[in-house]
């Protein structure tokens, strides 16, 4: 977690002495709708649409505790297709309807679980046989974990390779971009030469950036952040400098052309 600068301190020291302004009278509350969306229980999110996705905890008398994920939209709930025992959904803010990625938990001896990574918008959810956007794959590692989506449906997560349950090979992060399948290792994201160890994912933001954290050359665990460089277009002059150009040259062959004897 970044450290709290000192320039916090005198903010506390004016309130403390009373020296803040008067506080201004609130608002009149808004008028709110209760509504009862069933025996959940468990973590979830909630998009923009007012679609939820939970993670509710079902308990089997002298066995696991498994997850089921299941879900509500406008009054209709329904159970969330699933690879496993267990689902867990991430909601990406920042959108009118909002962007749901699920990621599903599959059979498996404890750390040996393989995961799914499933992608898909709230308002297929009244329509279980329709509401996969896309999944990731990937040929050699089997199991994608997403933990975190954006606006845009870029993700990030954990990958790992696991054969019959009983070997499990780590794989580090990857980055998902919006709308792709194929899933990019984090070191496709790092300049050259990079020396830092350690390497983990934390979250992404709509803009693309991506906070992390590892251990730097000298060995200090520290917070890092990429920032995807766009490619840049041409500017206005650029593409009219290429077709004055071109231009130019079409008129010097005619006038070569019309020169030669015939």
Known sequence: ??????????????????????????????????TNLGPYSGKGGLDNGGNLIERPIRTIPNGPTYRDGKGWSGGSNLHLPSYGHSTWAEVADGTPDGSLMITSLGNGSPGRYMYK??????NSLPNPTGWTTRMLTDDYWNSIQGTKINAAGEIIGQISRVNDYSRREDGGYFYAAAGETTI?????????????????????????????????PDGVS??????????????????????AA????????NRDRERRPS
Not at 17 to 34: E, H, K, Q, W
Not at 117 to 122: K, S, Y
Not at 246 to 253: I, L, T, Y
């Open 1 to 34: 977690m970044p450290r709290i600068t000192g320039r916090l301190l005198p903010l506390y020291c004016i309130a403390a002495f009373g020296l803040l302004a008067p506080a201004v009278s609130a608002a009149p509350l808004r008028n709110y709708t209760f």
């Open 117 to 122: 990574t499933v992608v898909h918008t709230p």
């Open 184 to 216: 990019h290792r984090l070191a496709e994201l790092l300049p050259p030469g990079l020396n830092w160890k350690n390497l983990s994912l934390l979250d992404i933001n709509d803009k693309g950036q991506i906070l992390g954290m590892g251990n730097n």
């Open 222 to 243: 520290s917070n890092f952040l990429l920032t995807p460089n766009s490619v840049p277009e041409p500017g206005a002059w650029a593409v009219f400098a290429l077709a």
């Open 246 to 253: 071109a231009g130019w040259g079409m008129k010097r062959r």
